[in-house]
């Protein structure tokens, strides 16, 4: 027995020599040691920046938008000029412009608002060509255009996101309002002769239209409060002639 409590006493001295000779050594959680933590990338605050965009656009004139121009064209020797309705219209090209806003962030949660504005050169075709024989006389033809010019819009947006180390995911919706203008034009052949007050074959209008936007972009902080900005858009516009824009955009922001 004596024996016994000799060798424990042994031992257990052995290993408290052990122990004061080994370095103190943080206590793991998880693969991290204590008080080490992943730094969250702070959003917070108001910000500004520069855009370019390459977009499509497809508008929806009605089929007799040219009714009234088409009215005033009469031919010149019997018959009637065979007006074609006009279809829809389509276009691709690229725009800039700017966007501004606050950010307020909770932990990895950040929602904000956002002002945009975009520049593009958007000008949508559609055009028509009727062709009729009429008796003895030359063939008759008759053309109506349209084209679609959607320039400028601004939109104020709501956004919402969450941090994901230096990338920042966010979805937005918005409503705004733009500058649409639409050239509009017809033409027939043989030529025809004045038989109202006044023969007018073309026009040009410019409207203000509103409309809404909705999409998703991503963030990405590169350094000391600069970022770079990748998104997509879909905008409807829904007043005057209806059009629906998609456009990818990416831009260089600074948050304050």
Same mark, same amino acid.
């Given at each position: ?28 959680? !998880? ?12 959003? *917070? ?5 520069? *855009? ?27 018959? &009637?000029?065979?007006? *074609? ?8 090209? &690229? ?6 806003? $606050? ?32 008796? !003895? ?38 409503? !705004?309002?733009?500058? *649409? ?24 209008? &410019?409207?203000?239209? $509103? ?22 858009? $879909? ?22």
């Amino acid at each position: 027995m004596r024996r016994l409590l000799v060798a424990a006493v042994i031992f257990g001295a052995a290993q408290g020599a052990h122990a004061a000779d080994m370095p103190d050594l943080p206590v793991l959680r !998880g693969s991290l040691p204590e008080g080490l933590s992943t730094v969250r990338t702070v959003w *917070q605050g108001y910000y500004i920046g520069g *855009q370019a965009s390459y977009g499509s656009v497809t508008s929806k004139p009605s089929p007799s938008l040219n009714s009234d121009l088409q009215s005033t064209v009469l031919p010149a020797a019997g018959g &009637t000029y065979p007006w *074609q309705p006009l279809g829809s219209a389509s276009a691709n090209d &690229t725009g800039w412009g700017a966007f501004f806003g $606050y950010n307020s962030q909770w932990d990895d949660v950040v929602v904000g608002i956002e002002g945009n504005y975009i520049h593009s050169g958007l000008n949508a075709v559609t055009s028509s060509t009727g062709y009729s024989p009429a008796g !003895g006389i030359p063939t008759m033809t008759a053309t109506s255009n349209a084209t679609i010019r959607s320039t400028d819009f601004g939109s104020a947006r709501l956004r919402a996101g969450y941090v994901i180390g230096c990338f920042l995911p966010y979805a937005f919706i918005g409503g !705004g309002m733009g500058s *649409q203008t639409v050239d509009r034009s017809v033409d027939a052949t043989p030529k025809p002769y004045v038989a109202l007050p006044n023969l007018q074959t073309s026009v040009t209008k &410019t409207n203000l239209v $509103y409309g809404y936007s909705a999409g998703v972009g991503v963030d990405v902080m590169l350094m000391a409060g600069l970022f770079l900005r990748a998104e997509y858009e $879909y905008q409807r516009v829904t007043s005057t002639i209806e059009s629906n824009i998609n456009s990818a955009r990416v831009g260089l922001g600074y948050k304050f």
